[in-house]
């Protein structure tokens, strides 16, 4: 009994000198974790002989894949022998190692007298390696004193098991396939390089196409790649632009997704020639074409949707609300850009030549080898174009039965049947109409106004119409001097003609009714006018010497004048006082007519003979003895008494 609270205190005391460092768990579930390189003390006691009872210990080391984990196991004396067992302490126990699952992967059997032992585990996975402690039931001591140190080469580990060992790669915590710019990083589209991130970006070295395995590379940061071969590669790794219709990744000045061209391959990989001979924008500056079939500077694209079956089955172009300059002719060379673009336009006026499809109604080129004129919209065959120096310039462009006004008046020159706004005077700007046909204007004020406008049909197909006093009047006798009217009186009072039936005479200087005409033109020759006035300007009424002289006597024979001799040096009156006689053919002094006073009985011999009345036999004849009887009658021609 001594003995038995002897061995009690003296255990105590023993309990007393150790205290454990860390305390284990009894199972694997609640098994304490062993800090790496770092010593921990604790012991174990069997179910009789020491207090408390602990049976069994469980430790934890964690790891990750390609750690190799060293567990040392070194139980430590217990400076109590017991006398059953002078040679030792005596205790006995087991230390073993387990996977995760609990599995053992071994074991081992420990004694004081071989108190040590070491298990090293490499882990291919993130994992946790369990260590078990176990106590025997001894002849001797049941208790066990231990010390537990777990070391970890880490030099091999590989956190996120992405294949990368930690010291090479990048993202030790992000399982990651990268190899290129950096290792063991997200590489989404597993093509070697890392994805971007805060911190390490395209610039670093970072995939620019995280989603995009054929590229990873955009050297001028235009969102296209540098890999030639791959998606969407840059075909101007080092000049940033947004084409992306011909090629990736070149300037494209109009955003129309087509390069501008470069034809010496100093902006991209290669030469790249514009539309047709290549692919590039044949309109950089215009967003809305980039294609040119036939070269002629005018777009494959239209905008006029009535073009849509025509150009769809060529294959060319596009439909484009707003294209500029469709090229209509996209296959024919063409110069054309007035009614449409890019057609044949022979003249170079810029209107387009006709085709079957397109027509001076639809508005192609009406005079198509004339480049100063292109429009006919009355189509008459006469240019619209008005400029000086065009040839063919239509006066009327919007009446087609006019092209041609001389006289530029406003009326035209063609009067041909149908014609309409025609110009009667062609050549007179002052005159256009004339109503009544008579060749005189309707303008009274422009040249040679029609004074009777509505003359009659009869008087103008008669020619009956007034040309000198006043114009486009009635003129009975056709001489150009129209009839007196009783606003217009005759001459010489007014103008108008004083014979209107006559058409030799118009004018009566002395109003005597004779025409101050001698001779008239009849249009052909000189004539002898009708009873020509030979003293226009004074009133006489001689009839036959000459008409309208002064005639004193009134026996129609005018009266002598210093121009005018009297008969027989003339054939004025040789008796202007005396109506019965004139006209003295042998100047004797005694009137040719037989009739008349003191009648020349020998009109043609000269002489003295007297009549009757004054003691002779006769007048005016042959008195050889002058004794007043006629040598016809004298008996005695040589005797006067």
Request: proline share 6%; hydrophobic share 25%; aromatic share 12%.
């Amino acid at each position: 009994m001594v003995a038995q609270r002897f061995m009690v205190v003296a255990l105590v005391a023993l309990l007393m000198t150790f205290v454990p460092t860390s305390s284990a768990d009894d199972n694997i579930q609640s098994a304490t974790t062993l800090t790496p390189n770092t010593q921990t003390s604790e012991k174990v006691c069997y179910t009789d002989g020491c207090s408390p009872v602990d049976q069994t210990d469980w430790w934890k080391v964690n790891g990750y894949k390609g750690d190799v984990i060293t567990i040392s196991f070194q139980g430590k004396p217990l400076n109590n022998q017991d006398w059953l067992c002078f040679w030792g302490d005596g205790w006995e126990g087991d230390v073993s190692i387990h996977r995760a699952d609990g599995s053992e992967i071994g074991s081992t059997y420990v004694t004081d007298d071989d108190p040590d032992v070491s298990y090293t585990v490499s882990l291919n996975t993130e994992s946790q390696v369990y260590i078990k402690v176990k106590g025997r039931d001894s002849n001797c001591n049941d208790e066990i004193r231990y010390d537990l140190l777990a070391t970890i080469d880490t030099a091999q580990r590989d956190t996120d098991e992405d294949g990368y060992i930690d010291s090479e790669d990048a993202c030790d915590f992000t399982p990651g396939t990268s190899a290129y710019d950096r290792k063991g990083c997200l590489d989404s589209d597993l093509d070697g390089y890392s994805d971007p991130e805060l911190g390490w970006g395209p610039n670093n070295g970072a995939d620019a196409f995280p989603f995009q395995p054929s590229q990873w590379e955009d050297s001028d940061n235009d969102g296209y790649g540098d890999n030639l071969d791959g998606y969407q590669g840059d075909f101007c790794p080092y000049n940033s632009g947004q084409s992306y219709n011909d090629r990736f990744g070149c300037l494209d000045t109009d955003g129309d997704g087509f390069s501008d061209p470069d034809p010496g391959g100093l902006f991209g990989v290669s030469e790249w020639f514009s539309h047709p001979v290549g692919l590039a924008d044949a309109f950089p500056s215009d967003n809305t074409q980039w294609t040119d079939t036939d070269a002629d500077g005018y777009g494959d694209n239209w905008e006029d949707p009535a073009w849509n079956e025509t150009h769809l089955a060529w294959g060319i172009g596009q439909w484009l609300e707003q294209a500029t300059t469709p090229d209509a002719c996209p296959f024919i060379t063409g110069t054309s850009s007035s009614d449409r673009y890019g057609c044949p336009d022979t003249d170079g006026d810029s209107y387009s030549d006709g085709d079957e499809n397109w027509t001076i109604y639809n508005g192609s080129d009406a005079f198509p080898l004339e480049p100063t004129q292109w429009q006919d919209s009355d189509y008459d065959g006469w240019g619209d174009n008005q400029t000086i120096g065009a040839a063919k310039i239509d006066d009327f462009p919007e009446n087609p039965t006019q092209w041609r006004d001389t006289d530029k008046d406003g009326w035209g020159d063609n009067q041909t049947y149908g014609a309409t706004q025609i110009d009667d005077f062609p050549l007179v700007p002052s005159q256009y109409r004339d109503t009544d046909g008579d060749g005189f204007g309707d303008n009274k004020t422009g040249f040679e106004g029609d004074v009777c406008v509505f003359s009659t049909p009869e008087e103008v197909e008669s020619g009956w119409i007034s040309r000198f006093d006043r114009l486009g009047c009635r003129d009975t006798d056709k001489d150009g001097y129209s009839n007196p009217t009783d606003e217009w009186i005759a001459h010489p009072d007014g103008f108008a003609d004083a014979f209107p039936d006559e058409a030799s005479q118009w004018y009566d200087t002395d109003s005597d009714g004779y025409g101050d005409n001698l001779e008239y033109f009849d249009g052909q020759t000189w004539r002898q006018s009708f009873r020509g006035d030979s003293c226009k300007t004074t009133v006489g009424y001689s009839t036959f010497d000459r008409w309208g002289c002064p005639d004193a006597d009134g026996d129609g024979w005018s009266d002598s004048t210093a121009n005018w001799l009297a008969s027989p040096g003339g054939n004025g009156d040789a008796w202007p006082l005396d109506p019965t006689q004139w006209h003295d053919r042998d100047g004797d002094g005694r009137g040719d007519n037989p009739q008349g006073t003191t009648a020349d009985v020998c009109p043609d011999s000269a002489g003295t003979s007297v009549g009757p009345a004054e003691g002779g036999d006769r007048w005016g004849c042959i008195d050889t003895d002058g004794d007043g009887w006629s040598d016809l009658g004298d008996a005695f021609i040589h005797e006067p008494t």
